[in-house]
């Protein structure tokens, strides 16, 4: 690999956009390859690569630029540090005063956990997060955490069992070149080798798959959705789990989309099209106390709460969003989960089910909106998670809660809660 001034610069300009976390950071790469599109696919794929690594390891990186940070020794200190690269592969890439830094950075030392540096330090997180995460994991626990999550994540296909079985779809895509394997857990999940570019590949255009991490599949089996029954995926979002509900109930029944951005779910009808899925009614509701919700109280046999949240689980793939977080908005965000939750709720059946589920880590998020949940409507009781998998063939230690993380699993974060109107 030979890296060239021009990547390295181009790098340092995305990435000095990016850190003012005005936006996403895949909105920022988005626009900026939009409005250059002379840039060739390996330049991308550098400059991907050096934003998103620069922002799995950002205070670990500072640390090694010293007072004098700039977007530009940034990427240089990643480069030597964590990608490991040589001078010789960044001959075209140096002068200077650049070769002296990328030299000092490879041996610059960064002092001890505890005594030079804190754990949040050495593990790339912000302090307030840390200290959630510690407060009921072990710092060993956190420590490994906050590495699984700083490694970029592996590319999973979700298989269209109305188009192809899982079989068929690892044997058709290993012939075209693409190495691939059966998930883990899901039964519908295949787990590429690298990230090849499918967005043009036949099977992907003709619905045969989706990109969706295996553990997001995970709550579309806990939902278990069965033929002919109305179901609600109530925060759908561009509809990745949406497809997956109406896949499991076999194109039958009705299941509606609910949620509050026209611009969201928009983007889940080209993919109703390629899936052939006829059975899913997207509907734009206002909030979540809109009437069309009221008028459906009482008649839903499944509910899906894909809740928004912080979306700490899946920093592997979002690490801007650890340093776009704050205490503030997750204050915020778990009023809205709360209230979220109890409106859904009311949609359920007796004898329905009711899954709350986020990409969330932290417990403020997940158990205690489920237990405040759980003590205000005594009509719903808890189900066991692992159970309600394990009776559909898919074995994960998990318990009475779902709770799935890359350090344990090789999955996004995701926490999940099962619960059944009894009366």
Not at 132 to 157: G, H, I, K, M, Y
Not at 208 to 214: G, I, L, T
């Amino acid at each position: 690999m030979t890296i060239t001034v021009a990547q390295i610069n181009t790098a340092s300009d995305v990435l000095r956009s990016v850190l003012r976390f005005d936006y996403p950071a895949d909105s920022v790469l988005s626009r900026y390859f939009r409005d250059f599109r002379e840039l060739g696919a390996r330049d991308r794929a550098f400059v991907a690569e050096a934003v998103y690594g620069v922002l799995r390891r950002k205070r670990t990186l500072e640390r090694l630029c010293g007072v004098d940070v700039s977007t530009r020794k940034l990427v240089l200190a990643w480069l030597a540090r964590v990608e490991g690269a040589t001078l010789r592969q960044l001959g075209e890439g140096l002068h200077g005063r650049d070769t002296d830094f990328f030299t000092e950075v490879k041996g610059r030392d960064l002092g001890k956990v505890g005594e030079d540096i804190s754990l949040a330090e050495a593990t790339d997180l912000p302090e307030w997060l840390a200290e959630r995460l510690l407060a009921f994991r072990s710092p060993e626990e956190v420590t490994a955490l906050a590495q699984s999550l700083n490694r970029p994540a592996p590319l999973d296909l979700r298989v269209n069992p109305a188009k192809i079985d899982r079989d068929a779809l690892v044997e058709k895509l290993r012939a075209d070149g693409v190495p691939c394997a059966p998930g883990r857990y899901s039964p519908l999940a295949v787990r590429l080798e690298g990230k090849p570019a499918l967005q043009k590949h036949p099977l992907f255009l003709d619905g045969s798959f989706e990109v969706q991490d295996e553990g997001s599949q995970l709550l579309g089996f806990l939902v278990q959705p069965k033929r002919g029954e109305m179901v609600v995926d109530f925060c759908a979002g561009a509809g990745g789990k949406t497809l997956l509900l109406g896949a499991l109930m076999r194109n039958s029944g009705r299941l509606y989309a609910f949620d509050v951005s026209d611009k969201r779910l928009s983007k889940l009808k080209p993919r109703m099209a390629r899936s052939g899925l006829s059975n899913i009614h997207p509907v734009v509701i206002a909030s979540e106390n809109d009437p069309r919700v009221k008028r459906l109280a009482g008649k839903i046999d499944r509910v899906l709460v894909d809740a928004p949240c912080s979306g700490l689980g899946t920093l592997r793939r979002n690490p801007d969003l650890k340093w776009r977080q704050s205490p503030e908005a997750l204050a915020e965000l778990t009023a809205k989960q709360a209230a979220i939750l109890g409106s859904a709720a009311r949609l359920v059946k007796v004898g329905g089910r009711l899954v709350y589920a986020t990409c969330s880590l932290l417990p403020e998020e997940n158990e205690a909106i489920v237990a405040a949940f759980l003590a205000a409507n005594p009509a719903f009781v808890q189900l066991n998670a692992q159970d309600v998998l394990a009776k559909q063939g898919i074995v994960v230690a998990c318990g009475e809660q779902l709770h799935l993380t890359p350090a344990a699993h090789d999955t996004d974060g995701f926490f999940a809660a099962v619960m059944e109107r009894q009366a």
